[in-house]
């Protein structure tokens, strides 16, 4: 049974960067398509990023476009998604999913395994 587990995540200043790891374990990462999503209190889960399962094709939300990067090193089974110029309104717990598929999608909805979430707070 396929595992995600985000790490990474902590308390950044405005302006700031992190970088936020998903271990997958139990099957190969290339497996997936993999995408990231956030929430925030009193909020709807929003797509923030996904990759295909090549890593060649990356896609971002308008909010983000810029400031974040994803990418994957299957070798070591793991998503990573930096984040830079952090703002307050990015603050959120970032949770990656994985979708068995080749290519990755923006909604929620399509993903079949999601990891616990990892909480960043962005302080203004």
């Known amino acids: 049974q396929v595992q995600l587990v985000e790490s990474g995540g902590g308390l950044v200043q405005a302006g700031g960067s992190l970088r936020l790891s998903c271990a997958v374990s139990g099957r190969p990462s290339s497996t997936y398509a993999m995408g990231w999503f956030r929430q925030a209190p009193g909020k709807e889960r929003e797509f923030v990023g996904a990759i295909n399962r090549s890593g060649i094709n990356v896609y971002y939300a308008d909010s983000v476009k810029g400031r974040f990067t994803i990418s994957r090193d299957d070798a070591k089974n793991t998503v990573y998604l930096q984040m830079s110029s952090l703002k307050p309104e990015d603050t959120a717990v970032y949770y990656c999913?994985?979708?068995?598929?080749?290519?990755?999608?923006?909604?929620?909805?399509?993903?079949?395994?999601w990891g616990q979430g990892t909480q960043v707070t962005v302080s203004s």
């Open positions: 999913a994985a979708v068995m598929a080749r290519n990755a999608a923006r909604v929620a909805l399509e993903y079949d395994v």
